[in-house]
């Protein structure tokens, strides 16, 4: 047999339709639902549609963890369709002895909302317990004077139902002495009682056996019995007393064993044997006995057992006097037991979260716990408080139930996880707590950029890196997990070309390591920039960027280049004419060399491989310059041969060679024989006079040419008159005219760039021209080289200049510039003065100071902000020789206006 029913309150019809809303905005229903079903139902039987009844949807059952909270699980919740099944045997009488009413609360919880609702379910009573009594057999003993109508009290069967099912009605077997009567006595239970009908006759029959039959209401009915033994004694006619019919005593719980609680007091009239009252418990429990025990003589009563008020409140128990003759008379004593703070507040927790996001917000619900405290009253009440500083509080919810939420800012990358103790205080006296610690996991959400170590990067690369190297390595740090905390790197800008960015450097995405696509050059490419930027793999994606600055180093991998003495195109190579009274100190020429490396790999140094007469020059070690060392002797070659190397400062260093042609003559036509590539002649005088010879041939030839040439042109061309200023043949002669036809420098105011055949006959073609052939006014108008005296604007004293460019008289002390800008400037300035002065297209006259730059660096460009570099430029042909100043060049002034450059005869010999 099932049913259920529910209690709800009457709603008129008007209000329908807010009925079907209600659930909408309330955290449960209003009503209480209460179902009712039998005890012992099986187990999975139905109760009762439990979505329906609380107006959840089925297909939200699942989702919400809809479930039964309870400390002993009787029932469960279906979640396919909501229904409440029973999960456990349910015995009425275990759950609720001797009482009419059986209700057994629920709290059903519900997640995502999390809601509480709370039910009944009245557990109704079956026939399943017959009735019976503690005795299989009763001994009365009656004593024969005993008047008709006489009763005597039997113990009550005991039936554990209720209602109708309980305990209903008795039977006495048939006699004619005796019947029964069912009087209302303790507990509203039936209490039979014995009737004398008929005076007893002890000599007749002194005894009397009788059968007592119990029986309920079930149907089938059930019954127990027991055996009724009277004997017959003699006379007693007066019963004993009790001072009190109800004795009612309030004890406290947790009593020590032994304690007296209640003495009760009972007289008799008669005498003798008959006065004599022991003393007995009728109907007792075996609840009441295991918790009292009863002094039989003398009617008192000690607690024997352990007495908990939260087990029982109250007992209720009848006492029997019973004189010497038989005779009983009974009271009613009731014990209340007093609640003392005996017991501990639990919590117990319903629903917790597995991990909270670090950004929550405030007022999330992390947990959902409900307190307990058997005690009553004041020893009952709980408050709950969190021990630690935690960033979350304790919001009271309903029937004892509590909510965590969150109270404060969460941060996984400070605190990963948070053990919260809650501690559940009661209001006794003295308080007692209990305290319960859950752990809370923060997970993780990015909520933190990669940050580099560095604010930025400078790294040094030497050139020539081997392609596919890492030159450096970039690395930021985020505190968060997983992929919010995996970083990629990547090259977002470069102040190189876009295009070639991939063709220099990358950069790993994981490792952060650059590497060099290429082999650097750093006379190319001095510093390149690259900002680099570091990504996590959020949602969304977090980012920083840092600058990256590649300096890349030299190495000496390029060889000195030799910018003068230069061979013309066709290979020949210039001669340099030294007068025959140059005296020891004098500048014969000057050896201008250029590196394209840096700071000591630029660094060069001269040395004399071969010389035809080692001891007749000496060379600058850092300067390249050639002086005289001694006087040209009668004995010594007219034709020198100097094989100078210049070599760099690197390890290993490098170097070029260059070659010098030096003729001693005092004049063109005495230098002329000494042009031809022939042995050395075993008579000086002879070979002279040969080349003397064979030089004016060669000019009386050109001069008739020249004249033939320019009648025949003043035919043509009457109206170009000034055309007879220059003439070119066509061959390789050239001429370099300057302004000042001064010749008492030492050197000739202009180089004779003369090509010399290279054939076995020796013959030489070339155009010897004289100043006093060439007119005023084309001296202006080519790119000639200004022979204008040293402007003292731009000297510097001995201090203010470097070692290499710095140095009188050929100082070999001199150190190159440690600063790389210096260095560097070094070098410019020496390649854009040694190229003016070797193709004659700039002039020393540029402006004050200015070294002839000024058209190529600009005006600001002054010698006022650089060292005086421009001693490491020699000027062929030129007297404008660049040192502290004219007079000081040679130490003295040389005799003789001759110092002209020539031209070898032929090729020189490597």
């Known amino acids: 047999m099932r049913y259920m029913t529910k209690q709800r309150s009457r709603i008129p019809w008007r209000q329908v339709l807010f009925l079907f809303l209600l659930p909408l905005f309330c955290v449960g229903p209003s009503e209480q639902i209460r179902y009712s079903i039998p005890e012992e139902m099986a187990k999975d039987s139905v109760v009762g549609n439990l979505a329906e009844d609380l107006g959840l949807h089925v297909r939200d059952l699942l989702t919400r963890n809809l479930r039964v909270s309870a400390e002993k699980q009787y029932f469960t919740v279906n979640t396919e369709n909501g229904n409440i099944l029973v999960n456990d045997r349910i015995d009425r009488e275990l759950l609720c002895p001797q009482t009419t009413v059986c209700v057994l609360p629920l709290e059903i919880v519900a997640e995502n909302p999390l809601n509480v609702f709370h039910i009944s379910v009245v557990i109704e009573d079956i026939n399943d317990n017959p009735p019976h009594f503690n005795q299989n057999s009763i001994v009365l003993q009656v004593n024969e004077l005993a008047i008709p109508g006489t009763r005597f009290g039997l113990e009550s069967a005991i039936d554990a139902d209720v209602g109708p099912y309980s305990l209903q009605s008795y039977q006495l077997s048939s006699n004619e002495h005796f019947s029964l009567m069912v009087m209302d006595k303790v507990e509203e239970k039936n209490a039979p009682e014995l009737v004398l009908e008929k005076p007893l006759d002890r000599e007749k029959q002194n005894s009397h056996v009788l059968v007592l039959t119990a029986a309920d209401g079930g149907d089938p009915v059930l019954t127990g019995t027991t055996q009724i033994q009277i004997k017959v004694t003699d006379a007693n006619d007066n019963p004993p007393v009790f001072s009190e019919d109800m004795y009612k005593v309030s004890l406290r719980e947790n009593l020590p064993p032994g304690t007296s609680v209640l003495k009760v007091t009972a007289t008799d009239q008669d005498e003798g044997i008959n006065a004599e009252i022991t003393y007995s418990f009728k109907s007792l429990g075996d609840d009441i006995g295991n918790k009292f025990m009863l002094d039989h003589q003398n009617g008192e009563i000690k607690s024997k057992g352990p007495i908990d008020f939260e087990s029982r409140s109250s007992y209720t128990m009848s006492m029997e006097a019973k004189d010497g003759g038989g005779m009983t008379t009974e009271c009613k004593i009731i014990l209340e037991i007093l609640d003392e703070n005996d017991n501990i507040p639990e919590v117990v927790f319903t629903s917790v979260s597995s991990s909270i996001p670090e950004d929550a917000e405030l007022g999330r619900v992390i947990a959902l716990f409900k307190t307990h405290d058997k005690d009553s009253e004041e020893n009952g009440e709980v408050t709950c408080l969190i021990k630690e500083e935690a960033p979350f509080r304790i919001v009271p919810s309903s029937n004892n139930y509590y909510k965590l939420v969150t109270d404060g800012i969460l941060d996984r990358e400070q605190t990963s996880e948070y053990n919260v103790t809650i501690t559940a205080t009661d209001r006794g006296k003295p308080p007692l707590s209990s305290s319960t610690t859950i752990t809370l996991h923060i997970s993780d959400v990015n909520d933190n950029p990669p940050v580099f170590q560095q604010a930025a990067y400078i790294v040094h690369v030497a050139e020539n890196n081997p392609p596919g190297a890492s030159i450096a390595q970039v690395s930021a740090r985020d505190p968060d997990l997983g992929p919010n905390g995996h970083i990629f790197y990547s090259i977002i800008a470069s102040d190189l070309e876009p295009r070639a960015l991939s063709s220099y450097v990358s950069v790993g995405a994981h490792s952060g390591v650059v590497f060099a696509q290429r082999a650097f050059d750093h006379e190319q490419l001095r510093s390149f920039q690259l900002t680099l930027q570091a990504r996590d793999q959020g949602s969304p994606a977090l980012s920083a960027n840092v600058s990256l600055r590649v300096m890349v180093g030299d190495r000496n991998d390029n060889a000195p280049r030799v910018l003068y003495p230069a061979l013309e195109p066709d290979g020949s190579a210039l001669f340099d004419m030294v007068p025959r009274t140059a005296e020891p100190g004098y500048l014969v020429t000057k050896v201008v060399a250029v590196d394209a490396d840096s700071g000591h790999n630029a660094w060069l140094s001269y040395h004399v491989q071969q010389a035809s007469d080692p001891g007749l020059f000496s060379l600058g070690l850092r300067t390249g310059e050639v002086r005289m060392a001694r006087v040209l002797g009668d004995r010594d070659a007219t034709r020198q041969r100097l094989l100078i190397a210049v070599r760099d400062g690197g390890q290993p260093p490098l170097s070029a060679t260059a070659t010098l042609h030096l003729i001693f003559a005092d004049s063109l036509q005495e230098a002329l024989p000494e042009l031809g590539d022939h042995p050395e002649p075993s008579n000086p005088q002879v070979e002279l006079q040969f080349y003397l010879v064979v030089a004016l041939a060669l000019i009386s030839m050109l001069f008739l040419l020249a004249v033939i040439l320019a009648i025949t042109l003043h035919l043509r061309h009457s109206s170009i008159r000034d055309s007879w200023g220059c003439f070119q043949f066509g061959i390789c002669s050239k001429t370099r005219p300057g302004v000042s036809l001064n010749y008492n420098e030492g050197t000739l105011p202009y180089s004779y760039n003369l090509c010399v055949a290279s054939n076995s006959q020796k013959t030489f073609n070339f155009l010897t021209m004289m100043p006093e052939m060439v007119p005023p006014q084309d001296l202006y108008n080519e790119a000639s080289l200004i022979q204008a005296p040293p402007n003292t604007d731009w000297r510097f004293s001995q201090a ?102 020539k031209k070898s005869g032929k090729k020189e010999k490597k």
């Open 800 to 901: 203010q200049r470097p070692g290499t460019s710095g140095s009188q008289n050929g100082d070999e002390t001199g150190t190159w510039p440690n600063n790389q800008f210096d260095t560097e400037m070094l070098q410019a300035m020496i390649l854009a003065s040694a190229s003016e002065a070797a193709d004659g297209s700039s002039t020393l006259g540029g402006g004050a100071g200015t070294m002839g730059l000024s058209a190529r660096y600009g005006p600001q460009f002054t010698l006022q902000h650089v060292p005086d570099y421009r001693q490491n430029v020699y000027i062929p042909g030129s007297n404008a020789t660049l040192t502290n100043a004219a007079g000081k060049r040679d130490g003295k002034t040389p005799a003789g206006g001759n110092g002209n450059k």
